[in-house]
Each structure stands twice: as structure tokens, then as C-alpha cells.
């Protein structure tokens, strides 16, 4: 992961913090209208402009984790989601929400305990997280969902993300897909969802991983 930089922004009820470690630049943060961030002023970021409520709404809003929301004393902390979720996007990452366990996150990524986005190109030199490598590398598919699960009604719970060495995402836990257009397609307790982009039945893995020759650790 280099040398990228984590800044955090104090104010009095809370601080905000951002992660270069796993930020892709998807703007939910400085496209917001209020004064939380401002793109070219110093700080960046400057908590004490808006309430924490708002502060949480906007660390809630960023999909990779890097926006987080630190509160001071009685201020309420943030709570996972009730329902675990992996959203398929086109031509990018896997998107988790709710109850996160994502192995190869480091200790100090508060996130990421919420949401996360994981590379699904095969692509990234930040695996098992997207670092924005599939658009430079050509990543295309549409995020369809051709499966339905078991359609299981408990959706909550602890969700377990385990990067196999060379090989596919293992996910444990009650949760949701929701396909490249939105629809919540498949539900279950566990799958194995291709992260070297190969398989032919995306989003689940097919072992193509090992004919293409993946590995996990560049
Ligand atoms: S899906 Fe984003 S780098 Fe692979």
C-alpha cells in the first residue's frame, strides 16, 4: 500500500478521517453540497461546519470505507447496517455493506468494518481492495446476476470476507446480491465470488483463477 496517506480532521463532537489507502475516488465527499469538504481548501475537511449527523451521512455515503466517522465522548458511534449487501458494480468493484470482516484489512481501517469496495478484476495492487485499476486495465462486465441462492430471509449477522491465496473471495454470513442494475437477485450464507475477472459466470467464481494463472500477492 506504499506510503498512502490517512488525514484526519479534528472538530469539537467528532472527527472525520480519510483513507488514501483505500479511497477510489468515487467523489461521494466533495460532491456534497454542505461546507464538510471542500476540494482545494485547507484543511479538506472541516467537521465542525455541519453536524455530526451529517458527518456520519457523508462517511455512510463513501462506498470504499475511506471516509470515517469518529465521534468524541456521548456523541453515538456509527452501527453497522441490519442487512449485509454486495452490490455487483458494472465494470468495477464488489461494494460490502453491513457487518464487515474483511481478511488483509489492516487494524487502523475503521471503514471498513461497514462498507468496502473489493476488487473483482483481478487488477488491483491493493487486493483484496479496488484501487481504481479496472478502468485503466479495461474491466468490462455488466454486473448481471444470474442465480437466486437460497433466498434466505436473515440478512444480518456477521459477514466474513476471506481472500484465498490465488483464488476467489470465500463469503460467509447472511447476505444479499444486488445485481449491476440494483436487483436484489441472490441471497444465501456462502459463496465464492471471482476476483481475478475471469470467471465465465461472474459473479460467482468457476476456477478459471487457476487456468488464467492468478495471483493474489502483486
Ligand atoms: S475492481 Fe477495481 S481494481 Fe479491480
Redesign the pocket.
Known sequence: MGNKKVLRFEGKEADVSWDGRLCIHMEECWRDKSDLFELGRRPFGQPDLVSVDHILEVAQRCPSGAIVFLPHGDVQSETADLENTVRVAPD??LYFTGELDIDGAEDDMGGVVFRAAL??????KNKPF?????SEGG?KDTGAVGQTGQQNNDNGGLLTVTAAKDGPLLINGNFTIHSGAGRATWSGTKAALCRCGQSKNKPFCDGSHREAGFTSDD
Open positions: 468495477g468493484p476488487c473483482r478484476c483481478g487488477l488491483s479496488c484501487d481504481g485499476s479496472h474491466f
